[in-house]
């Protein structure tokens, strides 16, 4: 059974700096895996989407990788704001079945 | 562009009441719908998935039922709410084929009382 692991859970830095934001996957076996926003008490907000051929995928400040083989991807969010304060989540696809997600880093930017 | 309805944004049921949950998407044809439950510190828990009209998939065992009586409509139902049925409550889709994005409601926050 897939498992999907965020770390940090939480993390709080001053605006403009520069962080990343990691998950693990126990199954490497994917067809993709998505990264998703979540702001209090909303629905999620797709913000990257990396094939499992895919090494990587930017918008605009973010930059997600993966690394299949290893089971990990990295979002790397540049010069951040205190807009960008949400719970971020990471999601595998092993099939049509849908998606597997992990818990979530809650993310605090200090203005 | 496409679209995805879900409502209520918000609902409070005593226990033992039934449940009904509707969601639509605008704009495609044909998509994978789901419905996901998110309880606090557990995270999002796969609850249906169904690839077409009449289709259903049930990931877990539960005292939920779903059923896609159109294209582009899903509804999640309970005969009997239980207090361990409280949570936010989200229905995605995606385009058929796996290698699309899933894209989301913006939930239901369901309290059993």
């Known amino acids: 059974k897939q498992e999907v692991t965020q770390i940090p859970a939480a993390l709080s830095v001053p605006e403009g700096e520069n962080l990343v934001l990691n998950c693990s996957f126990t199954?490497?076996?994917?067809?993709?895996l998505q990264w998703f926003r979540q702001d209090p008490g909303k629905g999620l907000t797709s913000l990257l989407l990396?094939?499992?051929?895919?090494r990587e995928q930017t918008s605009g400040r973010l930059n997600a990788s993966l690394d299949k083989s290893s089971g990990r991807s990295t979002l790397y969010i540049a010069a951040s704001q205190p807009g960008d304060s949400a719970t971020y989540l990471c999601?595998?696809?092993?099939?049509?079945?849908?998606?597997?997600f992990g818990k979530g880093t809650h993310l605090i930017i200090q203005p | 562009s496409q679209t995805i309805h879900q409502w209520p944004a918000t609902l409070v049921q005593p226990v033992g009441s039934p449940l009904s949950l509707e969601c639509t998407v605008e704009?495609?044809?044909?998509?994978?719908l789901y419905w996901y439950r998110q309880a606090a510190g557990r995270g999002l828990q796969l609850l249906f998935y169904?690839?077409?009209?009449?289709?259903i998939s049930s990931e877990v065992p539960q005292n939920l039922s779903a059923s896609r009586p159109q294209d582009r409509q899903f509804i999640l139902s309970s005969k009997k709410l239980l207090l361990s049925d409280s949570g936010f409550y989200l229905c995605?889709?995606?385009?058929?084929?796996?290698?699309?994005?899933?894209?989301f409601g913006q939930g239901t926050r369901l309290t059993v009382v």
């Open positions: 704009g495609t044809s044909n998509p994978n």
């Open positions: 169904s690839v077409g009209i009449g289709q």
């Open positions: 995605a889709w995606s385009a058929t084929g796996l290698a699309y994005s899933a894209f």
């Open positions: 990396i094939q499992s051929s895919q």
């Open positions: 199954d490497s076996a994917i067809y993709n």
């Open positions: 999601a595998v696809r092993g099939g049509a079945d849908g998606l597997t």
